[in-house]
């Protein structure tokens, strides 16, 4: 019989598999240790083994993850694919990839998830529960737990299981089989009792004192018994006991027993908080090999129950309640000067090696190796003081800040923000200002790239560049000292200020002073000689992209051509002869795509983005660059009349950044702005009034008065012309002409302050303010005139041509607009 595979579960198995083929989601709960993981481990491999129909299990040990993000990444490692970069659509992928297995029945296995179901997180792992159930059909969901929660909503589709303690009976029964040459005389009904029918308590006990070789325990049957007198198992109910009398306590006692010498590496390895292999292992506890420290550290501790394997990732974890254990009993040994040194050290390491390959054609395997290592890393930057005097450790962290600053915005989001922020001050303490600039380099990129508040973020970059220019001038405050590793030619750090400070002020929309930054940068990556260096390579695109809002086409193009030409000869390998298995090659194209758009070919510019998209889900982009696709293919597929498609297209944006609700606040704005454009080009134009709003709520916190704000005036002046509403389009026109200055100083060529004088002038008309009309007129020529002259140095031919188009149609327009205008005379209004 099927139950038989487990000792005294033949009630749960039945009632289980009496459920099974009705019920979606199964909460499978009781007491820490009674035996729930194994039992479900037990009954899906008869499942398995059946053949009943293809069964996929998915087990995530959710105690040793970091909330949903945690789980997320942990079921994108299960199903080996690579989580991307973004996590705000890691929900849909996930739905998306188990979905699309639907000859499959997947079992996906919450395992010790009573941590998540206690806290803050429990909602949101609930509507992720809920998420999967909802639109996977071909999935179940299994949660151990010692919490039952109730999952709203879908509730006919759930089972609870209470899985109790073993019977006496059953329990000895278990112990026989784990000791079946154990003699243990009278002792046997005091073991059982005080084993309280928990599955594991019973199975080290029988390891102790079935063990051979060097590791065997020297405990007798009788001595056994003793120990276990000492402390009470813990009961049915966690709250009638103290903390002595809970199983914990047990483990503990287990925990002292063992060698000094075993004791000190389990705490020394206790200090990760993550799964760690066998090379993690021998560099925590320093053991000349991986071998010797499997043979000497892990073998006798998974043996004695200590620590236990993944079958999939082939990592090592400490079982969960010892982690408990080790904090309390050997905190002295865990949380010493030694092991956090090599903590630190190890995952250093790590992660700026990552860093190194996110550059090159190992993005994809970077990007597994950090999701292995996510929860480690996180523990690096968030919970070790940065507050050392020891000089080694300060450049360990300048060591991370500087050259793993890519993974830390990539993928690690908040958990940056208090690293900069600590190191600052450290680095102002010990009065290394070329140490604090570089740091503060990095912190402005985070406040750039991730939060998208561009105002801090220049704060920052202008903070640095002051130090390095007066560096550059005065070379003697070099004596106050710098980390090693930032002792480069000062032109490679004012080259990285530079190309910063410009993709900075582009994206609040000041192109000029971008321009002016962008080739200071580039100057400098020339002068040393780079090529296929990451930073000349960011330049190449964001003087593209600057020179794309200029209308400088020609121009524009060239760069995006000669990084993408760059970019593709760094990636190309054998398996990639084209060079294109990278998200940076998406970004090229995504940046063609813009320059196509501007030159109104629509065919070429809705190619590009979708090739764009393309290549950066292939290669898991960061989330922020795919959803920046979606949106610019969204936009393009409204461009062609496709409205409909395009406002899909943005949920799925939508859906990405609101995982994220704190970061790429920039990006977030971008796609109100772009659904409002979508439902203007549909004449709805009270939706997009909400939209456009939605956006300037948003864009105000980053630069209330830059261009991007003043696209959305011109965008809601529009709006509220549809609904021939003159005076809430006069409101918004003037907000335009308020910021004209500034507008045309930062994007000179731009010609929507001209359109605004077009537009104002059929809103005065409309209330029969004719003088207006005529002062309208009158700058809206001046306009088209400095415009003629911004396109004739650019060489700009078609929009030249464009100009002189509108010059000789705008007085028609006046004409019409105002009555009794005497045709026969020049027109010119003062």
């Known amino acids: 019989m099927a139950a038989e595979r487990l000792i005294g579960r033949y009630r749960e198995w039945t009632f289980l598999s009496r459920n099974w083929n009705n019920k979606r989601l199964f909460q499978v709960h009781g007491i820490r240790s009674v035996g729930k993981s194994r039992f479900v481990e037990e009954f899906l491999k008869f499942k398995e083994d059946s053949k009943e129909c293809y069964v996929k299990v998915v087990p995530i040990k959710v105690r040793t993850v970091s909330g949903v993000r945690g789980i997320c990444l942990s079921l994108f490692s299960a199903l080996n694919l690579s989580a991307p970069e973004d996590d705000t659509i890691w929900t849909e992928t996930i739905c998306s990839t188990l979905a699309g297995r639907g000859d499959t029945d997947i079992i996906i296995v919450f395992d010790d998830a009573e941590n998540i179901l206690e806290r803050e997180s429990a909602e949101e792992f609930k509507q992720f529960c809920k998420h999967l159930i909802e639109n996977c059909r071909n999935v179940k969901i299994i949660i151990t737990s010692t919490t039952e929660v109730v999952f709203e909503d879908i509730e006919e589709q759930c089972m609870d299981l209470l899985i109790p303690p073993l019977s006496p009976t059953d329990s000895e029964a278990l112990l026989r089989r784990y000791a079946p040459s154990v003699d243990f005389g009278p002792h046997l009904k005091t073991i059982i009792e005080l084993c309280e029918g928990l599955p594991l308590a019973i199975a080290m006990v029988a390891s102790e004192l079935t063990g051979t070789g060097s590791d065997a325990s020297s405990l007798t049957v009788a001595e056994m018994s003793l120990a276990l007198q000492n402390c009470r198992l813990e009961a049915l109910s966690q709250f009638m006991y103290t903390r002595n009398e809970r199983l914990d306590a047990i483990y503990g006692t287990f925990l002292e027993r063992l060698p000094e010498s075993m004791r000190h590496k389990l705490a020394m390895i206790g200090y990760i908080p993550g799964t760690f292999t066998p090379s993690h292992v021998r560099e925590m506890i320093d053991d000349p090999t991986v071998e010797e420290a499997m043979e000497t550290t892990i073998t006798p501790l998974i043996r004695r129950h200590f620590l236990k394997q993944d079958d999939i990732t082939q990592r090592y974890d400490i079982q969960g309640i010892l982690r408990n254990c080790i904090d309390d009993l050997l905190e002295t040994v865990k949380n010493s000067p030694e092991a956090k040194e090599r903590f630190c050290f190890l995952f250093a390491r790590l992660m700026t090696k990552i860093g190194s390959m996110l550059t090159t054609s190992e993005y994809a395997d970077a990007l597994c190796q950090y999701n292995q290592e996510q929860q480690n890393f996180q523990k690096l930057l968030t919970n070790v003081e940065l507050v050392y005097s020891n000089e080694d450790m300060y450049c360990l962290y300048m060591e991370i800040a500087v050259n793993a600053s890519n993974v830390i915005q990539q993928f690690m989001g908040a958990d940056g923000f208090q690293f900069y922020q600590e190191l600052t001050v450290l680095s102002s303490k010990l009065n290394r200002k070329l140490d604090e600039a570089c740091v503060q380099l990095c912190y402005g990129g985070a406040l750039t790239n991730v939060k998208g508040i561009s105002k801090e973020g220049e704060a920052k970059y202008r903070l640095a560049i002051q130090y390095l220019e007066n560096y550059r001038d005065d070379p003697s405050l070099s004596l106050s000292g710098c ?292 002062y309208a007129f009158n700058i809206a020529l001046q306009e088209l005139q400095r415009l003629r002259v911004e396109f004739t140095a650019l060489g700009n031919a078609t929009k030249i041509a464009w100009v002189d188009s509108e010059s000789s149609s705008l007085p028609g327009v006046f004409t019409r607009l105002v009555p009794c205008t005497d045709q026969s005379q020049p027109l010119c209004v003062q």
């Open 483 to 774: 980390y090693h590793g930032l002792r480069k030619d000062i032109r490679y750090h004012l080259a990285t200020s530079y190309q910063r400070m410009g993709w900075n002020l582009f994206i609040q929309g000041r192109t000029s002073e971008a321009i002016v930054y962008l080739e200071k940068a580039f100057e400098f990556e020339n002068e040393l000689k780079m090529y296929t260096d990451e930073l000349i390579l960011s330049t190449l695109m964001s003087l593209g992209i600057t020179h794309n809002l200029s209308e400088n086409m020609s121009v524009a193009l060239r760069y995006h051509e000669e990084a993408l030409r760059r970019r593709k000869q760094l990636y190309k390998t054998p398996e990639d002869p084209e060079g294109e298995r990278h998200p940076a090659i998406g970004s090229c194209y995504n940046n063609m795509g813009l320059t196509y758009r501007k030159m109104e070919r629509k065919d070429e510019t809705l190619y590009y983005f979708k090739k764009s998209l393309e290549v950066k889900q292939k290669t898991k982009a960061p989330q922020k660059s795919v959803a920046i696709s979606i949106i610019n293919v969204a936009s393009a597929l409204s461009e062609t009349g496709k409205h409909n498609e395009g406002m899909l297209m943005l949920r799925d944006a939508t859906a990405i950044l609101n995982k994220t609700p704190n970061i790429y606040q920039d990006t977030k704005a971008l796609v109100y702005a772009t659904e409002g454009q979508i439902m203007l080009r549909k004449k709805c134009y009270k939706e997009s009034i909400k939209l456009f709003k939605k956006s300037l709520s948003i864009r105000k916190h980053s630069g209330p008065n830059n261009f991007w704000s003043g696209e959305t005036y011109n965008d809601l002046a529009k709006a509220y012309i549809g609904l021939n509403d003159s005076r809430q389009a006069l409101y918004w026109l003037n907000k335009v002409f308020s910021l004209q200055e500034e507008l045309k100083s930062d994007a000179p060529t731009n010609s929507f302050v001209y359109d605004c004088y077009v537009r104002v002038m059929g809103v005065l008309a409309d209330i029969g303010n004719y003088d207006e009309v005529g």
